[in-house]
């Protein structure tokens, strides 16, 4: 009972986060349509220290392709996100290791709404596999440099 909770949980999530992306495009097209409606066609007309009559400054708003490029962006980033340490399998042999209560709360409630089946132990295992990956050179730099300082 408590999973179909959660799964309706990450549904509205999901539902309201397309939501608010769908908003923000149509927000930043009116912003640009306004925008275009008072700045003239051409830039030779354009006379320099007018300003707009209600004191607000002249700004340029990204067209809304570009607003869709950053949603796509995002999105990729998220798929990304979720491919890399949401796809957890079981960890096999395994080591107790302990977090502060504070990022196990954080995690455990991330992961409830998030990816319900995936357990803790597999999702910091991935997190910790990508930090060992990314920062090897790093780690074994100062790994060399500690063993062969003498006393």
Sequence with gaps: MTQIVFQAAAIACCIYTAYRIV??????????E??????????????????PDNGEECVSVPPVMECIKEVDIR??????????????????SRAQVYISK?????????????????????????????HLRNYRDEISQLHSDSISKPL
């Design 23 to 32: 908003l923000f495009i149509v927000r930043k097209s009116r912003k640009t």
């Design 34 to 51: 306004k925008a275009s409606q008072r700045v003239s066609a051409s830039p030779d007309r354009i006379i320099e220290g007018i300003e």
């Design 75 to 92: 999105h990729s980033l998220i798929s990304l996100y979720t491919a890399t340490y949401l796809d957890c399998k079981p960890v096999g």
């Design 102 to 130: 504070e990022n196990h709360a954080l995690i455990r409630r991330f992961l409830a709404v998030v990816a319900p089946n995936v357990p803790i132990s597999g999702y910091v295992n991935k997190v910790v596999e990508e």
